[in-house]
């Protein structure tokens, strides 16, 4: 009777032990995709909460200027994450260039913040309607024939303006 008792506790154990294991790791599964669930929400949220434009693209020897107006709710900071391409005649051939963010002034390859309109909330930070004025210097020397420009913020929304020289 003694082992009976001994074997049937033993079972019970094992039983609530297994129901308690498989308990813990489905709620931790559950809280994780809670948490996916949120992040893409938010990521989402960003996306449709960014809305940018360019009001002018003006084209020099081998540089540029544009004027990037922040349309949408989200602030924009992350300039390091940012996506510039240019495509444009050179001097041998038509390149296309990825320039790199960096403080000003820049050399060829990169790009740059000068200045942003109405700075006064948050310093250095495009809030809803602030202007970014953005140089850039291509590789090469911008020959006739145009330039395209494309830029594509940290979440993923972009524009492209086309300008004829």
Request: proline share 2%; with cysteine.
């Amino acid at each position: 009777m003694g082992l009976s008792i001994v074997l049937s506790s033993a079972i019970v154990f094992f039983t609530v032990f297994v129901v308690f294991g498989t308990y813990t790791n489905f709620t931790n599964q559950i809280f994780e995709i809670s948490q996916a669930s949120t992040k893409i929400s938010s990521i989402e949220n960003n996306y449709a909460n960014t809305k940018i434009s360019i009001q002018s693209l003006n084209v020099g020897n081998s540089n540029f200027t544009v004027n990037l107006i922040n349309d949408g709710k989200e602030k924009i900071y992350d300039f390091q994450k940012f996506d510039v391409i240019v495509s444009y005649n050179g001097t041998l051939n038509h390149i296309i260039d990825e320039l790199i963010y960096s403080q000003c002034p820049i050399n060829a390859g990169y790009w740059c913040i000068d200045s942003i309109t109405n700075d006064y909330l948050d310093p250095n930070i495009l809030n809803a309607n602030e202007t970014a004025i953005i140089h850039g210097n291509t590789t090469d020397i911008i020959n006739p024939g145009g330039l395209s420009l494309s830029i594509t913020t940290d979440n993923g929304h972009s524009i492209s303006r086309s300008i004829t020289t």
